[in-house]
Each structure stands twice: as structure tokens, then as C-alpha cells.
């Protein structure tokens, strides 16, 4: 699970998340047992650069998964 850190998803908010804070906030990424290649990794790092930049977390996925070409998965 990446969560983006604060109230506003800024790292700049040393608040610590409370679960039911976090919760509208939270990308849940399920990995693949094997990651031989580190395509899951690689996805996860993308993402995870992304919102440490600062972008919002909805902005961030989009962003990966289009630089990335990731296929659409509906839960």
C-alpha cells in the first residue's frame, strides 16, 4: 500500500496517518507472487516517485500508468 503522507498528500505534513484517514488516500497495488523481471518493482518505484514529487495521487497513477502502458485491471 503507498500512501501519500498528510492531509494534503505533501510530505511537508508530519502527521502520522490513522488507518481511516489514510484510507482515501491509499493506492492498494496486489504484487505478483514473482517479480523475475521487476516489472511490478518498476511500476511501483514510477508511482512512488511520482507522489514524492507531489502530485496528487490520482494525477500520480494516471501518469504511471500511462508512461508505463499499463493494461487496465478492474477490481
Known amino acids: 500500500m ?4 498528510g ?3 505533501s510530505a511537508a505534513d508530519s502527521r502520522k496517518p490513522r488507518a ?14 514473482v ?3 521487476g516489472t511490478f518493482a ?10 514524492d514529487a507531489g502530485d496528487d495521487p490520482t ?3 494516471q501518469s504511471t500508468v ?3 502502458a ?3 485491471v478492474r477490481p
Open 42 to 51: 518498476g511500476l511501483v518505484a514510477a508511482l512512488a516517485t511520482r507522489l
Open 7 to 9: 492531509r494534503d498528500g
Open 20 to 33: 481511516i484517514d489514510a484510507a482515501p488516500q491509499a493506492i492498494v497495488l496486489d504484487p505478483p507472487r
Open 59 to 61: 494525477t500520480a497513477w
Open 35 to 37: 517479480d523475475r523481471d
Open 70 to 72: 499499463v493494461d487496465a
Open 66 to 68: 500511462s508512461a508505463l
Open 2 to 5: 503507498i500512501i501519500a503522507n
